[in-house]
């Protein structure tokens, strides 16, 4: 007697990754709204800047604390506007992301 294996036909198949795809953007959209994803800010306004033909971002951080207690807040130089948020962070990084947050929020991105 011959082994069979049961496959999906292709249609099935098809159907059934596209599901399991749209769940999965689904979590990851709904991840990235709860924790709103501090990582992907800088690249957002990035690639906005880019397909708008804007001059190149500018950030500045300044470090309103000491070395070892920074108080850091960002700013960005967007098509001749600085976008200043009234937050400090510990964090360059976590600075800069929240400015281009900031800038993304603004009126003229949206």
Request: aromatic share 8%.
């Amino acid at each position: 007697m011959k082994d069979q294996c049961i496959h999906p036909s292709f249609g099935q198949r098809k159907a059934t990754e596209q599901d399991v795809a749209k769940h999965a953007l689904q979590y990851i959209s709904k991840k990235l709204k709860d924790e709103d994803c501090p990582l992907i800010h800088k690249n957002r306004l990035q690639e906005f800047t880019q397909q708008s033909s804007i001059q190149l971002l500018m950030y500045q951080t300044v470090n309103e604390g000491s070395m070892l207690a920074p108080q850091l807040w960002s700013s960005v130089l967007v098509d001749s506007v600085t976008y200043t948020p009234e937050a400090t962070f510990l964090k360059r990084k976590t600075a800069e992301q929240d400015v281009a947050k900031h800038a993304l929020q603004c009126e003229e991105f949206t």
